[in-house]
Nanobody, 115 residues
Framework: QVQLVESGGGLVQAGGSLRLSCAAS????????MGWYRQAPGKERELVAG???????NYADSVKGRFTISRDNAKLTVLLQMNSLKPEDTAVYYC?????????WGQGTQVTVSS
């Protein structure tokens, strides 16, 4: 059974922080590198951060130094700690396998950053 359930989004002022969480099904989580993606209105979906099964991370230039991706192997969870948020970070955030090799997406979680 495939499961990707994102949570933790919300409305925050610029400079604030949010922590996103993604619960993944065991077969997906244990066999894949995972990533967080986002899609802003009128824009294409983009990779924000990725993490390998061994914990190696990579980030989009726009979030380096502000966002931190991690994975909890015991809880089958992928986390995204977002600090120093900017209005341009406003988007729907999704977690998924990394790199993408299928077209399944969860419902995402909305992040809105006010100026």
């Amino acid at each position: 059974q495939v499961q990707l359930v994102e949570s933790g989004g919300g409305l925050v002022q610029a400079g604030g922080s949010l922590r996103l969480s993604c619960a993944a099904s065991r077969n997906i989580f244990n066999n894949n590198a995972m990533g967080w993606y986002r899609q802003a209105p009128g824009k294409e979906r983009e990779l924000v951060a990725g993490i390998s099964k061994g914990g190696t991370t990579n980030y989009a230039d726009s979030v380096k130094g502000r966002f931190t991706i991690s994975r909890d192997n015991a809880k089958l969870t992928v986390l995204l700690q977002m600090n120093s948020l900017k209005p341009e970070d406003t988007a729907v955030y999704y977690c998924n396998v990394y790199p993408l090799w299928w077209h399944y997406w969860g419902q995402g979680t909305q992040v809105t950053v006010s100026s």
